[in-house]
């Protein structure tokens, strides 16, 4: 058996494409998955490379060079649990566990205190960019046992994407669950943008009856300036497409069901946790739970009265305001996102470095954006930013596109077009610039049947009143 610079477990897409970018960039590489079709197809991808398929844990695990890196790429859950269990009784003070999964930071951190005392580093990595960024250069987000990163940096480094000025797309986050964190704020970002962005699309559909090949035309376009992203791209593709077999755009017969696989939803509870208001993120985690609501919808759809979605505006001109708005929604997105990022970091002490984080989003993952290189300049101006959209620039770029956002939003709900992603990020925008809010009726509300007491406004302390004679 030959000497491995790294073990991979779990074989499936992901897997494989690391271990052959690992092998592409000089490391040789060892596999292993249960699934024995798995293996073989492995040895068969692999044929002739610096790289083979071990026939269990154990044998992977004696064919690696000390100190032993392994990058665990099962199911989140319990399947790592099992791994872990397995591994445990095989490695020795000083090998290092990487668990590339989409893991929630809770369990990293949980996995981490199990292994104290054994020696064994443990480091919970983001992985972004699906499984075609694991091919050619994902974006890499670790973070756990600090001493692990001298051991893994080289790799990681080398298999990442580059952004433009050459920089890779892997840092250190910090200690503890921080990687997997970051990357679960990453996707609840993802779920935000993919969100607003299909809202655009509804708009252009519902109100001014483009169909997809013109559609995508607008995409394109969008994508050469300041929307260019890679879901702006790929929504350009994707409009594009026709079905062979019924020479129709094949979008149109895809099923509006969205499915998900839980981190959208576990950003948005973490926001609720910490107190971090992120409704954009929310809003795009509960469309794609009523969107799985379908037959409801169409029951309803036949009771519930609305206006009709007829836009008599000038076209060329609503396009753009589209356009302006879904500039303005991506980047409140972000803002509560690096909130999140910013309430985690005071809670957990991980030091999270928010310009690099903004850096290494800008190739390799899912929301990378020119917007990022933006977002990196802002934290690297002021690494104390409060909030994202108190940057000179994006405060500057919001005031040019507020408006635009009031009109698209006004206009979806004067023509009964359900555009919540939009809805909440203009709401957020608004409640943030709001210096006073109605929460003083509200504590008053709570006092009066809860005697839950009050502040006020001119003097110190907490009060009740007995609101009734």
Same mark, same amino acid.
């Given at each position: 058996?030959?000497?491995?610079?790294?073990?991979?477990?779990?074989?499936?897409?992901?897997?494989? !494409?690391?271990?052959l970018n690992l092998e592409r960039n000089g490391f040789a590489v060892g596999g292993f998955?249960?699934?024995?079709?798995?293996?073989? *197809?492995?040895?068969? $991808?692999?044929? =002739?490379?610096?790289?083979?398929?071990? $026939?269990?844990? %154990?044998?992977?695990?004696?064919?690696?060079?000390?100190?032993?890196?392994?990058?665990?790429? @099962?199911?989140? =859950?319990? +399947?790592?649990?099992?791994?872990?269990?397995?591994?445990?009784?095989?490695?020795?003070?000083? #090998?290092?566990?990487?668990?590339?999964? *989409?893991?929630?930071f809770t369990d990293t951190q949980r996995r981490?205190?199990?292994?104290?005392?054994? /020696?064994?580093?443990?480091?919970?990595?983001?992985?972004?960019?699906?499984?075609?960024?694991?091919?050619? /250069?994902?974006?890499?987000?670790?973070?756990?046992?600090?001493?692990?990163?001298?051991?893994?940096?080289?790799?990681?480094?080398?298999?990442?994407?580059?952004?433009?000025?050459?920089?890779?797309?892997?840092?250190?986050?910090?200690?503890?669950?921080?990687?997997?964190? @970051?990357?679960?704020?990453?996707?609840? &970002?993802?779920?935000?943008?993919?969100?607003?962005?299909?809202?655009?699309?509804?708009?252009?559909?519902?109100?001014?009856?483009?169909?997809?090949?013109?559609?995508?035309?607008?995409? +394109?376009?969008? !994508?050469?300036?300041?929307?260019?992203?890679?879901?702006?791209?790929?929504?350009?593709?994707?409009?594009?497409?026709?079905?062979?077999?019924? /020479?129709?755009?094949?979008?149109?017969? &895809?099923?509006?069901?969205?499915?998900?696989?839980?981190?959208?939803?576990?950003?948005?509870?973490?926001?609720?946790?910490?107190?971090? *208001?992120?409704?954009?993120?929310? #809003?795009?985690?509960? %469309?794609?739970?009523?969107?799985?609501?379908?037959?409801?919808?169409?029951?309803?759809?036949?009771?519930?009265?609305?206006?009709?979605?007829?836009?008599?505006?000038?076209?060329?001109?609503?396009?753009?305001?589209?356009?302006?708005?879904?500039?303005?929604?991506? &980047?409140?997105?972000?803002?509560?996102?690096?909130?999140?990022?910013?309430?985690?970091?005071?809670?957990?002490?991980?030091?999270?470095?928010?310009?690099?984080?903004?850096?290494?989003?800008?190739?390799?993952?899912?929301?990378?954006?020119?917007?990022?290189?933006?977002?990196?300049?802002?934290?690297?101006?002021?690494?104390?930013? @409060? !909030?994202?959209?108190?940057?000179?620039?994006?405060?500057?770029?919001?005031?040019?596109?507020?408006?635009?956002?009031?009109?698209?939003?006004?206009?979806?709900?004067?023509?009964? @077009?359900?555009?919540?992603?939009?809805?909440?990020?203009?709401?957020?925008?608004?409640?943030?610039?709001?210096?006073?809010?109605?929460? !003083?009726?509200?504590?008053?509300?709570? #006092?009066?049947?809860?005697?839950?007491?009050?502040?006020?406004?001119?003097?110190?302390?907490?009060?009740?009143?007995?609101?009734?004679?």
């Amino acid at each position: 058996m030959q000497q491995s610079d790294i073990g991979i477990v779990g074989l499936g897409v992901m897997g494989e !494409n690391l271990a052959l970018n690992l092998e592409r960039n000089g490391f040789a590489v060892g596999g292993f998955d249960l699934d024995a079709a798995k293996r073989d *197809n492995f040895s068969r $991808r692999t044929q =002739g490379k610096r790289a083979h398929a071990a $026939r269990s844990l %154990a044998e992977l695990v004696a064919s690696l060079q000390a100190p032993r890196r392994l990058l665990l790429m @099962v199911p989140a =859950g319990a +399947a790592v649990d099992v791994v872990l269990v397995e591994l445990r009784q095989m490695l020795a003070a000083g #090998d290092v566990v990487i668990d590339g999964g *989409n893991t929630r930071f809770t369990d990293t951190q949980r996995r981490m205190l199990e292994l104290e005392g054994s /020696g064994i580093l443990y480091v919970g990595a983001g992985v972004s960019g699906g499984e075609e960024g694991a091919l050619r /250069g994902p974006a890499l987000m670790p973070g756990g046992h600090a001493q692990a990163w001298p051991l893994v940096k080289p790799m990681l480094q080398s298999i990442a994407a580059r952004a433009e000025d050459g920089q890779p797309c892997c840092e250190w986050m910090g200690s503890g669950g921080a990687g997997h964190f @970051v990357k679960m704020v990453h996707n609840g &970002i993802e779920y935000a943008d993919m969100q607003t962005i299909c809202e655009a699309y509804w708009l252009m559909q519902q109100l001014l009856g483009m169909r997809p090949a013109e559609m995508s035309r607008t995409f +394109a376009d969008w !994508n050469e300036g300041e929307l260019g992203s890679y879901l702006v791209g790929i929504t350009a593709d994707i409009l594009a497409r026709t079905d062979p077999e019924t /020479g129709q755009p094949l979008v149109d017969l &895809i099923v509006d069901t969205a499915e998900q696989k839980g981190t959208g939803k576990w950003a948005s509870q973490a926001a609720l946790d910490m107190g971090v *208001n992120a409704p954009t993120i929310a #809003d795009a985690v509960f %469309a794609r739970t009523l969107s799985a609501v379908r037959q409801e919808r169409v029951a309803a759809a036949a009771v519930l009265a609305g206006p009709q979605a007829a836009y008599s505006g000038d076209r060329c001109v609503f396009i753009e305001k589209i356009r302006r708005a879904l500039l303005a929604a991506k &980047i409140c997105s972000y803002a509560q996102g690096f909130q999140l990022l910013g309430a985690a970091d005071r809670e957990h002490q991980w030091s999270l470095p928010f310009a690099t984080i903004a850096s290494i989003w800008r190739a390799g993952c899912i929301i990378r954006a020119k917007l990022l290189e933006d977002i990196r300049a802002a934290y690297a101006r002021n690494p104390e930013l @409060v !909030n994202l959209l108190m940057d000179e620039h994006f405060a500057q770029v919001m005031a040019e596109c507020q408006q635009d956002l009031r009109d698209v939003v006004a206009t979806a709900a004067q023509h009964g @077009v359900a555009v919540p992603a939009f809805m909440s990020a203009l709401s957020y925008y608004d409640c943030l610039r709001s210096p006073r809010l109605p929460a !003083n009726l509200l504590q008053a509300q709570r #006092d009066y049947f809860g005697a839950h007491t009050y502040q006020r406004l001119d003097r110190p302390g907490k009060f009740h009143t007995r609101w009734v004679d």
